[in-house]
């Protein structure tokens, strides 16, 4: 079959584009897209309120008080995890504790150890949750940990994380929380005011914007405290709060459509619900995915108590037929972009459940991936050996 069986909102001419089922970018809305039609001048007063409002709406969709600042940074998520680790992260006289699981834990250490930053780990693989004891422990045991860094929904498996737990063990010993919440922040509940001292999200995740900018959440008097510890001029934090508090404008080049298009998304996501319905439609994508998938004999990497409502991992196939350079063009075809797993040590692949997506959506994902197998001649899904 070399046609899509399922067409999205692309404009003229491209009506065949797929839903983006990963974990970012992903699918928008019309509304969002329709948003990026026009220019945006970045000294224009109406694109300083648009700037203005995104900073205030994120701060109380975090539930932040008056004591946190927002901190818009161009670039995608880790430039903004960079440049938060790079302002906030002791040099000399403490270290920085990360909580891995994934990817995404193992890069931020990556990134403290290129900064020459003191840091240590909690690895506990790619499939496993960290507990509030782990971090426990792991503070008693080095009284010269300051700082604690942790992921909230790791997409190498879709873990989510007890941050909350994690929290009180935290503040209890008077150290610094940082929450890396890229992938779960608009959709699973998260309150700053549980003890987060600084969390890092971007646009193009769970409100529903298009990739371009990230952004930091952080108690003002940390950020104060930065000035001059940046390594870097052009993610040096401070710096960019200080000319967004002066004049509304970015010190660089703003990336204004992404910018106005999240400003839309931000109102949809209102429109919807909050975080709350967000966070219950993406529940209902992966209940119907999950299902569908191991009704037909795939495996999910996690349990139910463990995955969280933004990606599913499935263990790759025995079938010595199923090859899956082969299994995502068939389903791209379809009208599906689903992701390759990141996983070291089980072979797997990953649908996002994220997205202007639905139950529609997730059924005929579904539907799709019978009919690839079957021309694939796949019969035997259980999972290939690590």
Not at 4 to 32: A, C, H, I, K
Request: aromatic share 8%; hydrophobic share 40%; with cysteine.
């Amino acid at each position: 079959m070399d046609k899509p069986t399922q067409r999205f909102n692309g404009p003229p001419g491209q009506e065949d584009m797929p839903y983006l089922l990963t974990p970012g970018p992903l699918t928008t809305s019309r509304g969002v897209k329709a948003a990026m039609l026009a220019d945006w001048g970045s000294r224009d007063v109406e694109f300083r309120r648009v700037v203005a409002e995104i900073r205030k709406g994120l701060l109380g969709l975090a539930g932040c008080d008056e004591s946190y600042e927002c901190v818009i940074m161009q670039g995608s998520g880790t430039f903004a995890i960079e440049a938060a680790l790079g302002a906030f992260c002791p040099k000399d006289d403490a270290k920085t504790l990360v909580v891995a699981n994934g990817a995404y834990g193992d890069r931020a250490a990556a990134i403290l150890a290129r900064l020459g930053r003191p840091v240590s780990k909690i690895d506990k693989g790619d499939s496993a949750a960290p507990s509030a004891e782990d971090v426990a422990q792991a503070l008693d045991a080095d009284p010269a940990i300051s700082h604690v860094w942790i992921i909230h929904c790791e997409t190498t498996s879709g873990i989510v994380n007890p941050i909350t737990a994690v929290a009180r063990e935290v503040k209890r010993r008077g150290k610094t929380y940082m929450v890396d919440a890229m992938s779960s922040f608009g959709a699973l509940p998260l309150d700053m005011g549980d003890g987060i001292d600084v969390m890092v999200s971007s646009s193009n995740k769970c409100i529903e914007g298009v990739p371009g900018f990230s952004y930091v959440l952080v108690k003002r008097d940390m950020l104060l405290a930065s000035k001059g510890m940046s390594h870097s001029v052009v993610l040096d934090l401070y710096e960019q709060w200080k000319g967004l508090e002066a004049n509304g404008q970015f010190r660089f080049t703003p990336p204004t459509h992404a910018l106005v298009a999240f400003h839309q998304a931000m109102a949809e996501h209102a429109e919807e619900g909050g975080v709350a319905a967000r966070g219950r439609r993406y529940a209902g994508n992966a209940r119907i995915l999950i299902k569908g998938m191991r009704d037909m004999g795939f495996t999910t990497l996690l349990s139910d108590n463990e995955a969280g409502p933004i990606i599913q991992t499935f263990l790759t196939p025995r079938d010595p037929n199923f090859d899956f350079e082969q299994f995502y063009e068939d389903l791209r075809r379809r009208g599906f972009a689903i992701y390759p797993g990141k996983l070291t040590k089980r072979p797997s692949f990953r649908i996002g459940t994220i997205g202007k997506v639905d139950e529609r959506v997730m059924q005929a994902v579904l539907a799709a991936i019978r009919e690839v197998l079957a021309g694939m001649k796949v019969t035997d899904l259980r999972p290939l050996e690590a």
